[in-house]
């Protein structure tokens, strides 16, 4: 561990090596090395999944929903792309009004 390891949150230092474990462009050693280390954090770091992807997926469902907002107003986006995203925010009831913020 170096020294400035001290100084980093250890929650995202976990959440980096989490990342590289699901990286397809990482090697296996790379991956070996990330597992052992989030092994030395200890338990608590080892399984915990990110506050997005906790709980009851609306924060997934939130960006998906503002991703078709956005394709509403993007002029470079064809009218059946359009007419597919307002659908898909009509099946959910999201309009125009702002979607609910996620709390992190």
């Not at 090395?33 to 009851?56: C, I, M, V």
């Amino acid at each position: 561990m170096s020294a400035n390891d001290s100084q980093k949150n250890p929650e995202r230092v976990a959440a980096g090596l989490r990342g590289t474990l699901h990286n397809d462009n990482v090697s296996e050693e790379a991956k070996d090395r990330a597992s052992d280390r989030l092994r030395e954090l200890g338990g608590d770091f080892e399984n915990k999944t990110s506050r997005a992807s906790a709980g009851t997926g609306d924060a997934h469902l939130n960006q998906k929903l503002g991703g078709y907002k956005a394709t509403l107003h993007n002029d470079n986006v064809g009218e059946d792309a359009k007419a597919h995203a307002r659908e898909v925010l009509d099946e959910h009831n999201a309009g125009e009004e702002p979607l609910p913020q996620s709390r992190n």
